[in-house]
């Protein structure tokens, strides 16, 4: 018999019974109206649930749960919630509504005008104030710091008039600012719900904070690049992030939501990780270790840098310490059982003043990254103030003289300055300056120069060879001028150069 028969006949049935005995009777010809066969169908209790005989519905719904498909399962567990409202249970209801978002998570489903029974109870209250959508101030706020941010990072990325590897630290360190302000956000909004993969997505990076800004302020103080021994200070994060990505980042978007609504049944915010407060005191103690480094580097320093700059790095480092020790007393509140209201904000709030405050430098002062140093040279008084201090300016020229020497980069007929510095790992500006400061000469001298001491020796070793080839393997696009190039350095052409070495 199809379903629609089965239908059919069960309403017919209930019919007959509600003409003989008016609502569904207790018994029938003496014996328990529950015995027939249709007793324990959810069809029979969704008719006590119409006629608001909740207490006769539960229990048939409740005994569906075990033996039920996943959708009529779902079917109970709302009538349930439903159920146990209009009976003022609202512990009761929350907790069948919990049960039913872990299948099939509809938080809609809270606005149910059955439900403004409960409405205003504790359990109700928590549960739609953590899963509905919602918009604050402070969710506002942060978002557009948070795109400030990502703003930042590529404005400071494309600048290369700040040393490479000082752009790339202060760039990340600006990024996961960013990303963590972004997930407050989304946490805030409940929208973590909606998208349930941006749950812990800046958590990997929790560790992070402290290294960055010590190896960024290493770099523009004492020129130092990264070394093999360095790797130690990052391996905290990469054993977080395997962590995470084994236990939080391969979960499935309801697996996700699960352990979310788990949290929050057990009275935590449900966008925090399980092991937030192991998380909170290993950040802290980073945070105050990696804030000592730095104050050392600041102190043994500071001599010789330009006003702006030292303002900079004093100001940089006063939000770091400051944001250090809210987050000390924030960890400790955690540790106490409490995590919302000014604790919570307060730690945001000045890594937002953090990011705000590198992006002003970013768009105003943009030398200072670098590690702006202030003094005095004679013979180039454009580079008085440069971010090219003494130690990174002779690791340059030990590199400079690699790659001209060893690699003979000269020999490039599209040398630039640009390419120069980008194989320095250096700006244009530094580039430049290198050259003009050791050898007191140009770019375009300095290459020329290269060029025709390599010609001179090509000549005397293989004087029967075109001067053509000579000039196009040393780099010259054109015999024009490699002549030029060649007389204004030696006051012969090349041919009469020739010339001079056959006849000796």
Not at 143 to 164: A, E, P, Q, T
Not at 461 to 490: H, L, M, P, Q
Request: charged share 20%; aromatic share 16%.
């Amino acid at each position: 018999m199809g379903q629609f028969s089965k239908n059919i006949v069960f309403s017919l049935l209930l019919c007959y019974v509600i003409c003989l005995y008016g609502n569904a009777p207790n018994s029938i010809n003496g014996k328990e109206f529950y015995n027939l066969s249709f007793q324990d169908s959810i069809e029979w209790a969704d008719y006590y649930f119409n006629i608001h005989q909740y207490e006769k519905a539960i229990p048939i719904y409740e005994k569906s749960l075990d033996e039920s498909n996943t959708q009529e399962k779902v079917h109970s567990l709302k009538k349930l919630a439903l159920s146990e409202a209009a009976l003022h249970k609202s512990k009761e209801s929350v907790s069948h509504i919990y049960d039913y978002f872990k299948i099939d998570f509809q938080p809609n489903f809270l606005q149910h005008e059955d439900f403004d029974e409960i409405r205003e109870s504790e359990e109700f209250t928590k549960l739609s104030g953590s899963v509905l959508p919602k918009i604050s101030t402070w969710s506002v706020l942060y978002f557009f710091v948070s795109i400030i941010g990502f703003y930042v990072m590529f404005l400071l990325l494309l600048n290369k008039n700040i040393d490479l590897q000082a752009r790339i630290l202060i760039s990340i360190f600006v990024f996961i600012h960013s990303l963590f302000i972004l997930n407050i956000c989304v946490n805030n909004t409940n929208y973590v719900f909606e998208f349930p993969h941006t749950y812990l997505m800046s958590t990997w990076s929790s560790f992070l904070y402290g290294p960055l800004l010590y190896f960024y302020f290493r770099r523009v103080a004492k020129s130092s690049g990264f070394k093999w021994t360095d790797v130690w200070h990052f391996l905290p994060t990469v054993g977080l992030l395997i962590y995470m990505v084994f236990y939080v980042y391969a979960f499935t978007g309801p697996e996700k939501i699960d352990q979310m609504l788990t949290r929050l049944q057990q009275g935590l915010n449900p966008g925090d990780s399980t092991k937030l407060t192991l998380l909170v005191i290993i950040k802290a103690i980073s945070l105050a270790v990696y804030a000592y480094f730095v104050h050392l580097i600041i102190t043994r320093n500071k001599d010789g840098l330009a006003k702006k700059t030292r303002i900079w790095q004093k100001n940089m480092y006063g939000i770091h310490v400051s944001y250090v020790v809210i987050y000390l007393v924030y960890g400790l509140s955690i540790m106490a059982g409490k995590n919302s209201g000014f604790l919570f904000h307060a730690p945001i709030v000045l890594m937002s003043t953090m990011v705000l405050y590198i992006g002003y430098a970013a768009n105003v002062q943009p030398n200072v990254f670098s590690g702006q140093y202030d003094y005095t040279n004679r013979l180039f008084p454009k580079y008085i103030k440069s971010g090219l201090t003494e130690s990174l300016s002779q690791e340059l020229k030990e590199s400079l003289y690699s790659i001209f020497h060893d690699e003979k980069l000269y020999r490039r007929n599209d040398i630039s300055l640009d390419l120069v510095a980008e194989k320095l790992g250096t700006t244009r500006h530094n580039a430049s300056q290198l050259i003009n400061e050791h050898f007191q000469m140009s770019f375009h001298e300095f290459v020329n120069s290269h060029r025709i001491n390599d010609a001179k020796k090509l000549l005397e070793r293989e004087n029967e060879r075109n001067i053509i080839d000579i000039a196009y393997e040393v780099g010259y696009n054109n015999k024009v001028s490699f002549n030029k190039a060649f007389k204004k350095d030696t006051n012969l052409t090349p041919s009469q150069y020739l010339g001079t070495i056959k006849t000796r």
